[in-house]
């Protein structure tokens, strides 16, 4: 009878009843998909002038950008699928920082960084798992504690590391080596040549082709890489099947003989030192040295890029993209871009409503959705540009904005963020 | 035992059963590790370990030192309150950070706009703290109940936000003006009728206390009336425990949610008062940032107990002052960021294992004294 | 093909965990084909060729049917990969060659309950099990599954397997073993033939003294309709339906029960009725229509509710007895006054709940995990009774419970009704069914596809009505 009431979890507060009818993404629709995003973005810069929407400067840094939250992703979504949550992401990436820097600046390597950021990030994802899988204690609780923790540790080593080094101080290391970057060779000029075209599309085109193919950190492809080589791992080996099976059932995975302690063990350290590395990435690549609150909240939009994808690689990765995207925006004339970005929410409002209205036949629901349009439009076209204070703030309004559109139509692994006991079975 | 009723000690220590001491073991540990883990550490980077901590002990009992303790550990209190409520039915409240810091800061601009007498002049100073507070945390209260939005992310977001929204309006084109002597920008100060005057209640020193930390142990005490003694506490508590369970008892669980939300802003909302109508009558950029990170470190500590929360912020605010002399010995006062940092992490464990040994121990203590009953099948869970 | 047989408690599945490494032994020998084994997991004990069927499923509904099958010893190309053409072929190979039609690219959750249960022997075979563990596999299935079940399982024993078959279903025993051990307390108190013995003689050595039987005696069913239920529709995912078109009245002192294979919408109707799920149609209480009220006005208005699953939805299990008794009744006296609880008052009822329903506790203070399954289902029923019911759903209310206590349980059912309340009596246990109710009522896919009179209806005929064959009839 006690198994009962563990075999079938309680969801946590309003979770969906059912899960959503499965939606398989094929290479056509992603290209279509893709396609759309393209024109819709060549005609919002079109119309606004605001060139930053598709130069190669802001895809390049939206790329950048979105490494680190997309690393953060992957870290949840190994946490995740072997029924650890994760909330302690933020803490484990904020240890990536330091120890980034600090083994890039030791060894005088940008390599000895980013592995010294994914060790220090490892470090944080194992006293997380001490902490949820041999203590039990509540996942969140013990992310916020580590979160709290390597604030504290970081804080504290930078003082008595960067600050006696030259350039360094207390909240700051010294400039940091980065990793080599590569181009596409002989596409560069001829790309550059087509953006400054200004021509509708094909000079969008070019600024994005060449944003994605000149000045690419190693790391950052070396990131990139990581994405199918989780899916790899995660849904193509005996391995990762049973490290998904601790997330679904752990109940069952250990009546067939999986070790649950073992595989929730290394997905949480794992998923530590892939928060660790998008630290490391942002100290070393993103930025050239460590500052203190560097991560700026990245940990915890990962694990909304996360939700967003509803548990996938790919999906995630898109999340990554949308939020890195928002970021880059921001950075480069923010006034102006994240200005401009207003009307493509318009623009994508008004096609989900369109949507809800003909294929959904929900009148209430596209009213509301064709009112914020309407909305919105007002914003946009009253005034000019966005403060520079809310700029700042683009990616963590898109999170909200896109959480509270997804939410509901999710399905997260049946066990995750329960405490599971050994021989719970019995 | 079941035969007497339970003594206010049993009650105060929140447990009626003998294994409330048991509770007390968990901190001690916590707190005794941590300590261990210090001296570690200092050992490490060539300072003394003992002889620095018993530096700090005695420089945390100087008579200032103990008043900077105790007004610390009024809004340290007041943050914890607020994240105990949604800790209380498994809501996890992280944005009481930009709630409290978007309630101070338009309090502080309202205060110093208006003239009223004293007592109106305080009121409707909290009175704008606790609206806005609540109502930045009824925005993530909604996302979730209406869009079934995870509390966690929401309000780390709305944090981010918030910041934003501050440092907005904190421009001199709208609220801010230059503070005196300094190149730093504020609201406009507050005249004297909204002030709260302080208590000289520690001798041997100038500084005093804040006057609102009354308002911390009056919220301590509602807090605990709320959520023990009345129906809307119970049907709080009996959400946190067990959701499906509250539901089929007639909760709803999606007001609660929402209402739950609200009343952890409107506390949350308090947070900035005692430093703002105490001491600095004015939101400038150095007010201080981070108490709802530290409010959530305090309720774990006190284990979402108004008692335990005193004693966690007493604590925190205590290690905080003590990290005064570390300066002066040239040793980084971040080591406290880690000695608490530890003693959460650590406390958290203890109070699970603490927690799992009582289950078991009364598990087996009503088994043995039914033992005349037949066995049944199965573990109770 | 080996039974083992012992009243729920016994201690019948705490041996067969025993023999599958879950739970290890405190002393004693097991052997297997003469070598004598010991197992610290599982993993040691489908090493020696034992598998095991577990009454509650363990399967991943999110993963695919070949996921759940192969985990845990995964065919490999290349050292890593799964190498799933491999598997495909073999789950398709043992599905056909032993007639368990099993698709393995279906995700489980889409499968039913039948199907879930053939997945199970599935993965038990694949591992190359020659020792097969059944833990009250018929628990969750209707006759007609039960007998192909049992087909498949004679196919398996012509194989040459061997079949351990935990069970307290007695027919289903004399049916099917070809030995049976029968389990008392822990300890086996007869080894028997199942040609020697009779369902009686068997059920005596079980329970050990007399049998207890629901049984309802006089008819107290009135004229007054207590509460009436017409034209519910409860819709699941936005389009199916999941109960469609129910109607019913309950007098009072009647008592209707619903029976139905598990997940035939009695969850959602049940719900429905108590206002925990959003529902079209009528439900009128007495002279008012309450399908507008919220959960706490219907239970305010006198609805008892004893849930299916009382430690998801009956208690608070961190929580003591005297907070329990609160629960659900927390805007009434003796718990409140106005927004105030009433210690003292609620207090004072938990003692004499715990007295008058002998709920076996040390005291009040102590938490509700702590009890036994049966005492806190006494709590929950003496909870209920105590709010004045007029109405009271009964969900599978001597599920898991010990003998004593489903006796005393059907006693305070029976004395209820006798007082005239009416209740709505759910149940998979369907000699419970026809014992208490006075009207029956058969539910199929959302549906009330028969009514039949529970003084002359038998089991089978009851079962054959459960899966729609009785539809035609």
Redesign the interface.
């Given at each position: 009878?006690?198994?009962?009431?563990?075999?079938?979890p309680?969801a946590?507060?309003?979770?969906?009843?059912?899960?959503a009818r499965r939606f398989r993404l094929t290479w056509r629709t992603l290209l279509l998909a893709l396609g759309a995003l393209v024109l819709l973005l060549s005609f919002t810069r079109s119309v606004t002038g605001a060139v930053d929407l598709t130069s190669a400067g802001a895809i390049n840094a939206a790329i950048a950008l979105a490494i680190p939250i997309g690393l953060a992703g992957l870290g949840g979504l190994w946490a995740e699928r072997a029924g650890v949550v994760n909330?302690g992401l933020e803490g484990m990436m904020i240890m990536g920082t330091w120890c980034g820097a600090w083994g890039a600046i030791q060894f005088a390597n940008p390599w000895a960084g980013v592995v010294a950021g994914a060790i220090g990030g490892a470090l944080g994802g194992l006293?997380h798992a001490i902490?949820t899988v041999t203590?039990?204690?509540?996942h969140?609780?013990?992310g916020?504690?580590?979160t709290?923790?390597?604030?504290?540790?970081t804080?504290?080593l930078s003082?008595?590391t960067f600050a006696e080094m030259p350039g360094g101080g207390d909240s700051q290391s010294p400039p940091v080596p980065k990793p080599e970057v590569v181009s596409l060779p002989l596409v560069g000029d001829p790309l550059r040549a087509l953006e400054a075209e200004r021509w509708f599309l094909l000079s969008d085109a070019a600024g994005i082709l060449r944003g994605l193919t000149t000045n690419v950190s190693l790391l950052t492809i070396l990131a990139i890489l990581l994405v199918p080589l989780s899916y790899?791992v995660l849904w193509?080996?005996?391995?990762g099947?049973?490290l998904?099976?601790c997330g679904?059932?752990p109940?069952?995975?250990?009546?067939?003989?999986?070790n649950v302690y073992l595989h929730k063990y290394v997905a949480v350290v794992v998923s530590g030192a892939l928060a660790g590395l998008g630290g490391a990435f942002l100290a070393q690549v993103a930025a050239s040295a460590y500052r203190e609150g560097q991560t700026?909240?990245r940990g915890?939009?990962g694990?909304?890029a996360m939700?967003f994808g509803n548990w996938r690689p790919g999906g995630l990765a898109g999340g990554a993209l949308l939020f890195g995207y928002t970021d880059a925006l921001q950075l480069r004339r923010g006034g102006e871009s994240v200005h401009a970005l207003l009307l493509v929410v318009v623009i994508l409002l008004v096609a989900v409503a369109v949507y809800q209205l003909v294929r959904q036949n929900r009148t209430r629901a596209a009213l509301i959705t064709g009112v914020a349009a309407v909305a919105v439009f007002v914003v946009f076209a009253l005034t000019d540009s966005i403060?520079s204070?809310?700029t700042?703030?683009t990616p963590?309004?898109t999170?909200?904005l896109v959480?509270?559109?997804a939410?509901?139509r999710l399905?997260p692994?049946?066990a995750n963020g329960m405490v599971y006991r050994r021989?719970q079975?019995? | 035992m079941s035969a007497k009723e339970s003594t206010f000690a049993d009650r105060l220590l929140g447990r009626v059963s003998p294994a409330g001491l048991l509770s007390l073991v968990a901190p001690v540990t916590a707190i005794v590790f941590a300590a261990l883990v210090t001296m570690v550490?200092l050992g490490l980077?060539g300072a003394p370990p003992v002889d620095t901590l018993v530096a700090m002990g005695e420089y945390a009992v100087r008579p200032r030192s103990i008043v900077l303790t105790l007004n610390a550990a009024t809004y340290f209190y007041l943050s914890a309150l607020a994240v105990a409520i949604g800790f209380k039915m498994?809501l996890?409240n992280?944005g009481v950070d930009g709630q409290y810091r978007l309630a101070a800061l338009t309090a502080a601009a309202v205060g110093g706009a208006v003239a009223l007498p004293a007592p109106l002049h305080v009121a409707l100073i909290i009175f704008v703290a606790v609206l806005v507070g609540a109502g930045w945390a009824a925005i993530a209260g909604l996302?979730?109940?209406?869009?079934?939005?995870?509390e966690?992310?929401?309000t780390?977001?709305?944090?981010?936000?918030a910041?934003?929204?501050g440092?907005?309006l904190l421009?001199k084109e709208r609220l801010a003006v230059e503070v005196a002597g300094s190149n730093n920008i504020g609201t406009k100060p507050i005249p004297a009728s909204g002030q709260v005057p302080g208590l000289a209640i520690v001798s041997g020193t100038q500084t005093k206390v804040f006057g609102l930390i009354l308002l911390s142990i009056a919220m301590g005490v509602l807090f605990h009336v709320v959520i023990n003694r009345t129906r809307f506490g119970f049907d709080l508590r009996a959400t946190g425990r067990?959701?499906?369970a509250a539901v089929a008892s007639g909760v709803n669980?999606?007001r609660m949610?929402l209402v739950s939300m609200i009343l952890s802003g409107a506390v949350a909302g308090l947070v900035g008062m005692p430093q703002l109508l105490g001491s600095s009558y004015s939101y400038s950029l150095d007010f201080p940032t981070g108490l709802g990170?530290t409010g959530?470190?305090i309720a774990?500590l006190g284990r979402n107990h108004p008692v335990g929360i005193a004693f966690g912020a007493l604590l925190w605010a205590f290690l905080n002052t003590s990290a005064g002399i570390l300066q002066l010995k040239k040793i980084?006062p971040?080591?406290?960021?880690?000695?608490?940092?530890?003693i959460?992490?650590s406390v958290?464990?203890a109070y699970?294992?603490v927690h799992?040994y009582q289950v078991a121990a009364e598990q087996r203590r009503v088994s043995r004294q039914m033992a005349n009953t037949p066995a049944e099948?199965?573990?109770?869970? | 093909m080996h039974a083992v047989v012992g009243e729920n408690g016994a201690g019948k599945s705490t041996l067969m965990?025993i023999l599958?490494g879950?739970?290890r032994p405190d002393e004693g020998r097991i052997r297997v084909n003469g070598a004598e084994v010991g197992f610290r997991?599982?993993?040691d004990a489908?090493g020696v060729g034992i598998g095991?069927v577990?009454?509650?499923?363990?399967?991943?509904?999110?993963?695919t049917v070949l996921?759940?099958v192969?985990?845990?010893?995964?065919p490999?190309k290349r050292g890593?990969?799964?190498d799933f053409g491999a598997a495909r072929a073999r789950i398709r190979e043992i599905s056909d060659s032993y007639g368990l039609g099993i698709d393995p690219d279906v995700t489980v959750?889409d499968l039913g309950v039948g199907a879930r249960q053939r997945v199970e022997i599935l993965?038990v075979l694949y591992r190359g099990a020659r020792i097969l563990i059944l833990d009250e596999p018929t628990a969750v299935l209707v006759p007609q599954e039960v007998k192909e079940l049992f087909a498949n399982l004679r196919e398996l024993v012509r194989e040459g397997l061997t079949i351990i078959f935990i069970s307290h279903k007695l027919d289903e025993v004399l049916s099917v073993a070809d030995a049976i051990t029968v389990i008392r307390r822990g300890t086996t108190v007869a080894e028997v033939d199942p040609k020697d013995v009779s369902a009686r003689q068997l059920a005596e050595l079980m329970v050990g003294s007399e049998l207890p039987s629901p049984q309802t005696g006089e008819s107290t069913v009135t004229d007054t309709v207590a509460i009436s239920v017409r034209d519910l529709r409860v819709h699941?995912?936005g389009e199916r339906c999941v109960v469609d078109d129910v109607s019913f009245d309950i007098r009072r002192g009647e008592v209707l029960g619903i029976a139905g294979v598990e997940g035939n919408g009695q969850a959602e109707l049940v719900e429905a009725i108590m206002g925990m799920r959003p529902a079209d149609g009528e439900i009128r209480l007495g002279e008012h229509d309450i399908s507008g009220w919220t959960t706490l006005r219907r239970r305010e208005a006198g609805i008892g509710y004893i849930p299916e699953?009382r430690?998801?939805h009956g208690l608070l299990l961190e929580a003591p007895l005297w907070e329990n008794r609160i629960l659900g009744h927390q805007t009434r006296r003796p718990n409140v006054k106005g927004p105030w609880i009433d210690r003292a008052g609620a207090r004072e009822d938990t003692r004499r709940i715990v007295e008058s329903y002998d709920v076996r506790t040390p005291g009040i203070d102590v938490d509700a995990s702590a009890l036994s399954?049966g005492n806190q289902q006494k709590l929950i029923v003496g909870r209920e009774m105590s709010g004045d019911p007029v109405f009271l759903i009964a969900s599978h209310p001597t599920?898991?419970v010990d003998v004593g206590a489903q006796a005393a349980i059907w006693d305070h059912l029976r004395a209820a009704r006798a007082a005239g309340l009416a209740v709505l009596l759910i149940s998979a246990d369907l000699d419970e069914l026809i014992g208490l109710s006075d009207t029956l009522r058969v539910i199929l896919r959302g549906r009330i596809v028969a009514e039949v009179d529970p003084k002359d209806v038998t089991p089978e005929r009851l079962g054959s009505a459960m899966t729609g064959a009785g539809e035609a009839a």
């Amino acid at each position: 009878m006690s198994q009962n009431a563990l075999a079938t979890p309680e969801a946590p507060f309003l979770r969906p009843e059912t899960p959503a009818r499965r939606f398989r993404l094929t290479w056509r629709t992603l290209l279509l998909a893709l396609g759309a995003l393209v024109l819709l973005l060549s005609f919002t810069r079109s119309v606004t002038g605001a060139v930053d929407l598709t130069s190669a400067g802001a895809i390049n840094a939206a790329i950048a950008l979105a490494i680190p939250i997309g690393l953060a992703g992957l870290g949840g979504l190994w946490a995740e699928r072997a029924g650890v949550v994760n909330i302690g992401l933020e803490g484990m990436m904020i240890m990536g920082t330091w120890c980034g820097a600090w083994g890039a600046i030791q060894f005088a390597n940008p390599w000895a960084g980013v592995v010294a950021g994914a060790i220090g990030g490892a470090l944080g994802g194992l006293l997380h798992a001490i902490a949820t899988v041999t203590f039990g204690v509540d996942h969140i609780i013990s992310g916020v504690a580590i979160t709290i923790l390597s604030e504290g540790v970081t804080r504290f080593l930078s003082k008595v590391t960067f600050a006696e080094m030259p350039g360094g101080g207390d909240s700051q290391s010294p400039p940091v080596p980065k990793p080599e970057v590569v181009s596409l060779p002989l596409v560069g000029d001829p790309l550059r040549a087509l953006e400054a075209e200004r021509w509708f599309l094909l000079s969008d085109a070019a600024g994005i082709l060449r944003g994605l193919t000149t000045n690419v950190s190693l790391l950052t492809i070396l990131a990139i890489l990581l994405v199918p080589l989780s899916y790899y791992v995660l849904w193509r080996t005996a391995f990762g099947l049973r490290l998904r099976s601790c997330g679904e059932s752990p109940v069952a995975a250990e009546s067939l003989g999986v070790n649950v302690y073992l595989h929730k063990y290394v997905a949480v350290v794992v998923s530590g030192a892939l928060a660790g590395l998008g630290g490391a990435f942002l100290a070393q690549v993103a930025a050239s040295a460590y500052r203190e609150g560097q991560t700026g909240g990245r940990g915890f939009i990962g694990l909304a890029a996360m939700i967003f994808g509803n548990w996938r690689p790919g999906g995630l990765a898109g999340g990554a993209l949308l939020f890195g995207y928002t970021d880059a925006l921001q950075l480069r004339r923010g006034g102006e871009s994240v200005h401009a970005l207003l009307l493509v929410v318009v623009i994508l409002l008004v096609a989900v409503a369109v949507y809800q209205l003909v294929r959904q036949n929900r009148t209430r629901a596209a009213l509301i959705t064709g009112v914020a349009a309407v909305a919105v439009f007002v914003v946009f076209a009253l005034t000019d540009s966005i403060p520079s204070e809310f700029t700042s703030v683009t990616p963590h309004i898109t999170t909200l904005l896109v959480l509270s559109l997804a939410a509901q139509r999710l399905r997260p692994p049946a066990a995750n963020g329960m405490v599971y006991r050994r021989g719970q079975g019995k | 035992m079941s035969a007497k009723e339970s003594t206010f000690a049993d009650r105060l220590l929140g447990r009626v059963s003998p294994a409330g001491l048991l509770s007390l073991v968990a901190p001690v540990t916590a707190i005794v590790f941590a300590a261990l883990v210090t001296m570690v550490i200092l050992g490490l980077i060539g300072a003394p370990p003992v002889d620095t901590l018993v530096a700090m002990g005695e420089y945390a009992v100087r008579p200032r030192s103990i008043v900077l303790t105790l007004n610390a550990a009024t809004y340290f209190y007041l943050s914890a309150l607020a994240v105990a409520i949604g800790f209380k039915m498994n809501l996890f409240n992280i944005g009481v950070d930009g709630q409290y810091r978007l309630a101070a800061l338009t309090a502080a601009a309202v205060g110093g706009a208006v003239a009223l007498p004293a007592p109106l002049h305080v009121a409707l100073i909290i009175f704008v703290a606790v609206l806005v507070g609540a109502g930045w945390a009824a925005i993530a209260g909604l996302l979730k109940v209406r869009r079934g939005v995870s509390e966690v992310i929401s309000t780390i977001m709305l944090n981010a936000i918030a910041t934003a929204l501050g440092s907005w309006l904190l421009n001199k084109e709208r609220l801010a003006v230059e503070v005196a002597g300094s190149n730093n920008i504020g609201t406009k100060p507050i005249p004297a009728s909204g002030q709260v005057p302080g208590l000289a209640i520690v001798s041997g020193t100038q500084t005093k206390v804040f006057g609102l930390i009354l308002l911390s142990i009056a919220m301590g005490v509602l807090f605990h009336v709320v959520i023990n003694r009345t129906r809307f506490g119970f049907d709080l508590r009996a959400t946190g425990r067990s959701e499906p369970a509250a539901v089929a008892s007639g909760v709803n669980v999606k007001r609660m949610i929402l209402v739950s939300m609200i009343l952890s802003g409107a506390v949350a909302g308090l947070v900035g008062m005692p430093q703002l109508l105490g001491s600095s009558y004015s939101y400038s950029l150095d007010f201080p940032t981070g108490l709802g990170f530290t409010g959530i470190a305090i309720a774990l500590l006190g284990r979402n107990h108004p008692v335990g929360i005193a004693f966690g912020a007493l604590l925190w605010a205590f290690l905080n002052t003590s990290a005064g002399i570390l300066q002066l010995k040239k040793i980084s006062p971040d080591i406290v960021n880690i000695m608490q940092g530890v003693i959460v992490l650590s406390v958290i464990v203890a109070y699970e294992l603490v927690h799992r040994y009582q289950v078991a121990a009364e598990q087996r203590r009503v088994s043995r004294q039914m033992a005349n009953t037949p066995a049944e099948e199965g573990t109770p869970a | 093909m080996h039974a083992v047989v012992g009243e729920n408690g016994a201690g019948k599945s705490t041996l067969m965990k025993i023999l599958y490494g879950m739970q290890r032994p405190d002393e004693g020998r097991i052997r297997v084909n003469g070598a004598e084994v010991g197992f610290r997991s599982p993993g040691d004990a489908i090493g020696v060729g034992i598998g095991m069927v577990h009454q509650h499923f363990m399967l991943a509904g999110n993963l695919t049917v070949l996921e759940n099958v192969i985990l845990g010893s995964e065919p490999r190309k290349r050292g890593v990969a799964i190498d799933f053409g491999a598997a495909r072929a073999r789950i398709r190979e043992i599905s056909d060659s032993y007639g368990l039609g099993i698709d393995p690219d279906v995700t489980v959750e889409d499968l039913g309950v039948g199907a879930r249960q053939r997945v199970e022997i599935l993965k038990v075979l694949y591992r190359g099990a020659r020792i097969l563990i059944l833990d009250e596999p018929t628990a969750v299935l209707v006759p007609q599954e039960v007998k192909e079940l049992f087909a498949n399982l004679r196919e398996l024993v012509r194989e040459g397997l061997t079949i351990i078959f935990i069970s307290h279903k007695l027919d289903e025993v004399l049916s099917v073993a070809d030995a049976i051990t029968v389990i008392r307390r822990g300890t086996t108190v007869a080894e028997v033939d199942p040609k020697d013995v009779s369902a009686r003689q068997l059920a005596e050595l079980m329970v050990g003294s007399e049998l207890p039987s629901p049984q309802t005696g006089e008819s107290t069913v009135t004229d007054t309709v207590a509460i009436s239920v017409r034209d519910l529709r409860v819709h699941s995912d936005g389009e199916r339906c999941v109960v469609d078109d129910v109607s019913f009245d309950i007098r009072r002192g009647e008592v209707l029960g619903i029976a139905g294979v598990e997940g035939n919408g009695q969850a959602e109707l049940v719900e429905a009725i108590m206002g925990m799920r959003p529902a079209d149609g009528e439900i009128r209480l007495g002279e008012h229509d309450i399908s507008g009220w919220t959960t706490l006005r219907r239970r305010e208005a006198g609805i008892g509710y004893i849930p299916e699953d009382r430690h998801r939805h009956g208690l608070l299990l961190e929580a003591p007895l005297w907070e329990n008794r609160i629960l659900g009744h927390q805007t009434r006296r003796p718990n409140v006054k106005g927004p105030w609880i009433d210690r003292a008052g609620a207090r004072e009822d938990t003692r004499r709940i715990v007295e008058s329903y002998d709920v076996r506790t040390p005291g009040i203070d102590v938490d509700a995990s702590a009890l036994s399954g049966g005492n806190q289902q006494k709590l929950i029923v003496g909870r209920e009774m105590s709010g004045d019911p007029v109405f009271l759903i009964a969900s599978h209310p001597t599920r898991g419970v010990d003998v004593g206590a489903q006796a005393a349980i059907w006693d305070h059912l029976r004395a209820a009704r006798a007082a005239g309340l009416a209740v709505l009596l759910i149940s998979a246990d369907l000699d419970e069914l026809i014992g208490l109710s006075d009207t029956l009522r058969v539910i199929l896919r959302g549906r009330i596809v028969a009514e039949v009179d529970p003084k002359d209806v038998t089991p089978e005929r009851l079962g054959s009505a459960m899966t729609g064959a009785g539809e035609a009839a």
